[in-house]
């Protein structure tokens, strides 16, 4: 088992997720099983609790792991399906070791961070790294380590002390350590300062962990002067700083890595396989893309895109399967709202122009009742104005209420998350869903979704197959009562669980593209291999587009 561990240092956000997944990418490329691992030195046992607005999005794994968004970088970037265990956190490890400890197993030794926590932290890494992840059934050949946070940190320093000792365990000529670090540019002469990154550096190899590759974050390339100037201070060869400047697109990330000679210093062929070469053509097919399409997003959480991660990149798979370049019209959807035109009628009126221009509307996930009553005004404009809609988890929901509200006549119907005793709840809790714990107790992971009808477009696109299996994340949904009226009006629950009571898939009669499903998609999009109701939504967008 080789491993490659990607640190960062001056200050987070710089693309250590990005840069370990592009290195997985190289080292597929040559013929190696990956697997990954990132960890995560939060006290959190899971990112399942935590705001979008401060973490991003929750990633949603087949097996209902709820964890940081790296990990949707590496299963898009690398086509694999990771579990909870390939997310490590400071909450998982600490609850490991006291339940071993209350069981007796330390047999009346003080139980220490080191060696105990850091032990702990070595075996999770090794048990994980040997989990097959492709599909394959076969053990991985190679583990990507991504440690969050920065060099530095104080919560970050077991792990810096674990990987350390790791090295040793198994063998320095099977571990690489790639250090993530900034080089900005200063003043009105443009020179780049390598001195933050000196520090950074200085600071690993004093916690004893030297890097063997530094991966610096500019603007623009980076001068050999720099190079070598880095290379001298920070112990490391002038062939191993390599530049990943600003580039049109992530896809590049690989290549610019790959042409730095990356693959020659890892010591692997990344020619082994057509995969390098297949990346190319679709990063320099992404900057060719000219005709365009308009989705409006109307969310609540669109000051923070990353918060949407998984969701833009869906769009953008799909647009490249389609041919388009994509634009994005971020749409708050309290701004929809009649109350917001009294509060500031220039972001009403642009919010609603943004809407009405839009060539398809995408209404995401999310919780809670803030702007709620936007995204159903989205719902109504997309049904009415025979606007292409996709509607994820609560975007299904807030369509289903409009279409309660708006055909059947049922005024007041609302969903009981937002209202106590609404007088039509069209969408309700979910029974067995706990009312007291908030970490873990949703209807999480992948679940099937058996088709109620032999023809309709959502089908089409997911091919044959009696059922589809797609990942899940939560507590309400629509009730089982008014399914049938809801149905004899028109939309249609082509998809439901296996227990044929739960909607899962709804899709409007004589519309261009009206769907919504209670799972999201998003997590399981791969570039190459888009999603199908966001390729459906891309393909009715781009006829509306023309």
Aim: with cysteine; glycine share 8%; hydrophobic share 35%.
């Amino acid at each position: 088992m080789k491993y490659v561990v990607v640190s960062g240092g001056v200050l987070s956000g710089l693309g250590k997720g990005v840069t370990a997944s592009s290195i997985g990418v190289l080292l597929k490329s040559s013929g190696l099983k990956i697997t990954s691992v990132k960890i995560d030195p939060y006290l959190n046992s899971d990112a399942g609790t935590m705001s979008p607005f401060e973490h991003g999005e929750v990633f949603v794994l087949d097996d209902g792991g709820e964890v940081d968004l790296d990990l949707g970088n590496y299963e898009r970037f690398l086509d694999i399906n990771l579990g909870k265990n390939n997310n490590l956190t400071t909450g998982k490890i600490y609850s490991k070791v006291i339940e071993s400890e209350r069981r007796g197993d330390y047999l009346g030794k003080t139980v220490q961070v080191i060696p105990h926590i850091t032990d702990a932290i070595q075996d999770w890494i090794e048990d994980v790294a040997h989990v097959p992840a492709d599909g394959s059934g076969d053990v991985p050949d190679a583990c990507i380590i991504e440690l969050g946070g920065t060099v530095g940190d104080i919560e970050s320093a077991p792990y810096i002390e674990a990987l350390r000792q790791f090295q040793f365990r198994v063998g320095r000529e099977n571990i690489s350590f790639v250090h993530v670090s900034l080089v900005p540019v200063m003043g009105p002469v443009g020179e780049q300062k390598t001195k933050p990154t000196q520090h950074s550096v200085k600071e690993l190899r004093g916690l004893g962990i030297t890097p063997d590759i530094l991966v610096c974050r500019s603007t623009s390339p980076m001068t050999e002067e720099t190079k070598e100037k880095l290379a001298a201070f920070c112990h490391v060869s002038p062939d191993a700083v390599m530049s990943t400047h600003d580039v049109p697109n992530i896809y590049h990330v690989p290549l610019m890595l790959e042409s730095q000679g990356l693959c020659k210093i890892l010591n692997v062929n990344c020619n082994n396989t057509n995969l390098l070469s297949e990346w190319k053509k679709m990063a320099l097919n992404l900057d060719t893309l000219t005709e365009e399409v308009n989705i409006a997003m109307v969310g609540k959480y669109t000051d923070l895109s990353d918060a949407y991660l998984s969701v833009i990149k869906s769009l953008q798979h799909a647009a490249m399967a389609v041919n388009r370049k994509l634009n994005i019209d971020w749409i708050e959807a309290s701004h929809l709202e009649d109350s917001w035109k009294s509060q500031s009628s220039d972001e009403f009126d642009t919010a609603w122009d943004l809407l009405r221009n839009a060539n398809g509307v995408l209404v995401p996930g999310g919780f809670g009742d803030r702007g709620i009553e936007g995204k159903i005004l989205a719902a109504e404009y997309a049904r009415t104005s025979k606007t292409p809609y996709l509607g994820i988890c609560l975007g299904l929901q807030v369509a289903t209420i409009e279409f309660c509200r708006n055909v059947l006549n049922l005024t007041g119907a609302n969903s009981t998350e937002f209202e106590d005793n609404p007088p039509y709840p069209a969408v309700i809790f979910m029974p067995e869903i706990s009312k007291t714990h908030l970490g873990g107790t949703m209807r999480l992971g992948s679940r099937p979704t058996l088709w109620q009808v032999d023809e309709c477009k959502i089908k089409s696109l997911y091919g044959d197959g009696e059922s589809v299996d797609e990942r899940h994340r939560h507590r309400y949904e629509v009730n089982p009562d008014i399914i049938k009226d809801i149905e004899a009006a028109g939309l249609v629950f082509v998809g439901k669980d296996e227990t044929g009571q739960r909607c899962e898939i709804f899709e409007l009669k004589d519309h261009p593209w009206f769907i919504g499903v209670q799972f999201h998609p998003e997590f399981k999009s791969r570039p190459g291999k888009p999603s199908p109701p966001f390729l459906g939504l891309l393909q009715a967008s781009s006829e509306n587009a023309s």
